[in-house]
């Protein structure tokens, strides 16, 4: 079967760093997106990896191992407004349009 | 640029009712999606369109039906709601089925 592991819940504290790990199981990879949504919010495009290695976007950075089935999201110099849950989703290789959802990490900052 | 609308943003139906869920995409984006999500469960994509003129089913179809009759515009509708169809549903499109999708602000929908 398909599946995708997120931790549920993270509590990090403000100014510092995060690390969101997602483990996938899906029939080949074409792909992972991340994606941050606020509380009662859509969900919003942060980042995609479809290679080995670190991509890094200002405080947010995505890293992808494919022979490890293995992402993370680092977030560093973590801001209040962090605080969202974090999508991971993985595009299977037979697929042009799916996309495999994991339940999402609400990570809480605190002050 | 609006981006991707939905409306209503939020509805409470009665067993039995039917509505339709509109989303109006204005990226000129060629796919799109409808999804729910469920407390601890991951989106799951209800159905899909690749154009204007064209449905398919996704993972969780069953109990709602769709209509693209505009490359803007994607409806789901539910013919008779159940309470198991409480969720929040949300819209999403993309340029192609490769690219990014990009999502509406969502409808939550309560069945009593």
């Known amino acids: 079967g398909q599946n995708i592991d997120q931790p549920t819940e993270m509590t990090a504290t403000e100014g510092a760093i995060v690390q969101i790990n997602c483990t996938y199981q899906?029939?080949?990879?074409?792909?992972l997106f991340w994606y941050q949504q606020h509380a009662g919010e859509a969900p919003t495009f942060l980042s995609y990896?479809?290679l080995d290695g670190l991509e890094e976007k200002g405080r947010f950075s995505s890293f992808l191992s494919r022979s490890k089935g293995y992402s993370y999201l680092l977030l560093k110099e973590l801001q209040m407004k962090d605080s969202a849950s974090y999508l991971c989703?993985?595009?299977?290789?037979?697929?042009?349009?799916?996309?495999?959802w994991g339940a999402g990490t609400k990570l809480i900052i605190k002050p | 640029n609006a981006g991707v609308t939905q409306t209503p943003k939020f509805r409470v139906l009665k067993t039995g009712q039917s509505m339709t869920l509109l989303c109006a995409q204005d990226?000129?984006?060629?796919?799109m999606y409808w999804y729910r999500q469920d407390p601890g469960m991951g989106l799951r994509l209800i159905h899909y369109?690749?154009?204007?003129?064209?449905?398919a089913k996704g993972e969780v179809p069953d109990g709602y039906n769709v209509s693209r009759l505009k490359k803007q515009n994607f409806l789901l509708g539910l013919e008779s709601a159940a309470p198991s169809q409480t969720s929040v549903y949300f819209c999403?499109?993309?340029?192609?089925?490769?690219?990014?999708?990009?999502f509406g602000p969502g409808t939550r929908l309560l069945v009593l």
């Open positions: 989703a993985v595009r299977p290789l037979a697929s042009n349009y799916q996309l495999i």
């Open positions: 999403a499109s993309s340029l192609a089925g490769v690219e990014t999708q990009y």
């Open positions: 990896n479809v």
């Open positions: 990226m000129n984006h060629e796919y």
């Open positions: 369109s690749v154009g204007e003129g064209t449905t």
């Open positions: 899906t029939s080949g990879f074409n792909g």
